[in-house]
């Protein structure tokens, strides 16, 4: 595993390199023994999406970060099957897990999504609210990076801010 969460007695660990696609492991504890209780990836997922290179949980949504995914997307769940060769903008996952089924796919783009962002690299998951960071974010500083906060009202994830720095590094 390369990317790990935990809450209470399960265990979500990222397999980024598996498959070239990559993939994500439940496992739940009872008592002192953990058991595997399913494995995926997207169905979209392309060669080299590097799913799974973060991972978050809260409650039963799980969220996935699949750097190098390939879309050219800015849309939050539409555009997710458009891929560019190399672009590797990145995106994230979230799925909700209710112990035996995966459900709810959602897919989350930041609104100014580029060529080479690798967006979802780190997360967060908490309440109704993720973030995300895109490490070579190209708004303002070269390969400054940004912090992209998300909101779930009703269900529905939409953009509510980004994080820039003040100063160029």
Do not use: M
């Amino acid at each position: 595993g390369y990317s790990l969460a935990l809450q209470n007695n399960r265990l979500i660990v990222g397999c980024p390199n598996e498959g070239f696609t990559g993939s994500v492991y439940i496992f739940d504890r009872v008592g002192t023994v953990w058991s595997e209780k399913t494995v995926f990836t997207h169905t979209n997922s392309d060669l080299f999406d590097y799913f799974g290179a973060a991972v978050g949980i809260h409650s039963s949504t799980i969220a996935i970060g699949a750097v190098f995914e390939d879309s050219n997307s800015t849309t939050i769940n539409a555009g997710q099957d458009i891929n560019v060769l190399d672009y590797n903008a990145g995106a994230i996952y979230l799925v909700d897990y209710d112990g035996s089924t995966l459900s709810n796919w959602n897919y989350i783009k930041p609104p100014d999504s580029a060529s080479w962002d690798v967006f979802g690299v780190k997360l967060k998951i908490v309440g109704s609210t993720l973030i995300g960071t895109s490490e070579y974010n190209h708004n303002g500083f070269s390969n400054a990076g940004a912090a992209y906060i998300f909101k779930n009202n009703s269900g529905q994830w939409s953009f509510e801010n980004i994080l820039l720095p003040s100063i160029q590094t």
